[in-house]
């Protein structure tokens, strides 16, 4: 077992080097290692903490291009820069460019938009008018699982305590204790300074209102 679920074993009360429950095994971990995976995609995805840089050649009159990753998913773009021009270019959707442009699919020049589709497709508007220039992309990758001890985890130290207290707060809560589990969620939360984000006691039930004056007849 690597370093993050020897910690959640201690927390739950398990002895890391004599666990009882999950044994040190790929069949034995994988409830916790599932839950520190779920942990580490949803904090990168939370915080963008985990970036790469993507070159693309362009193709004369070809709008749509495909990321291929061997490690991990296509999160979101943050850059987009077409090189040969040392421009930005802006991000647009599908149903924006029908309104601005119905004929978006035909036109073609020097792209200044792109657009995601899907998991692993980028798309450039206009199309473009030669093979001449490329994209450089950077983007938030979301971490493939890593499946045995032995795989590299991708996650930034100062997010380690918080993929503990993920994995420990669903532990506690498949064990039906919700006191241990919102503890720990708290202290995920913490981790990653997104508690003021959640009012975790409201004051009050939302409620409809208006300001309409009853009437009586």
């Known amino acids: 077992m690597n370093t993050l679920e020897r910690r959640v074993l201690q927390l739950?009360?398990?002895?890391?080097?004599?666990?009882?429950?999950?044994?040190d095994t790929d069949a034995g971990m994988a409830p916790v290692r599932d839950s520190i995976n779920d942990a580490i995609q949803e904090i990168v995805m939370l915080t963008g903490g985990q970036k790469r840089t993507y070159f693309i050649p362009l193709r004369e009159a070809q709008a749509f291009y495909r990321i291929r990753?061997?490690?991990g998913y296509f999160g979101w773009a943050t850059d987009v820069w077409?090189?040969?021009q040392s421009r930005r270019l802006e991000q647009t959707d599908m149903i924006r460019l029908s309104h601005h442009d119905p004929r978006w699919m035909v036109t073609s020049a020097s792209p200044d938009a792109y657009f995601p589709v899907g998991e692993e497709l980028i798309g450039v508007y206009p199309k473009p008018?030669?093979?001449?220039?490329?994209?450089?992309?950077?983007f938030v990758e979301i971490?493939?699982?890593y499946e045995s001890d032995t795989d590299r985890v991708k996650l930034k130290s100062d997010f380690e305590d918080g993929a503990v207290h993920f994995a420990v707060s669903e532990y506690w809560a498949s064990r039906g204790d919700a006191v241990e589990a919102k503890k720990h969620w708290l202290m995920y939360l913490d981790a990653l300074g997104l508690r003021s984000l959640f009012d975790s006691t409201p004051q009050h039930?939302?409620?409809?209102?208006?300001?309409?004056?009853?009437e009586t007849v």
């Open 12 to 23: 739950i009360g398990e002895d890391p080097n004599a666990p009882d429950v999950f044994l």
């Open 69 to 71: 990753l061997n490690y």
């Open 82 to 84: 077409l090189i040969g």
């Open 129 to 138: 008018s030669g093979s001449s220039d490329a994209l450089e992309i950077t």
């Open 143 to 145: 971490p493939k699982a």
């Open 205 to 214: 039930a939302p409620r409809l209102d208006t300001d309409k004056k009853q």
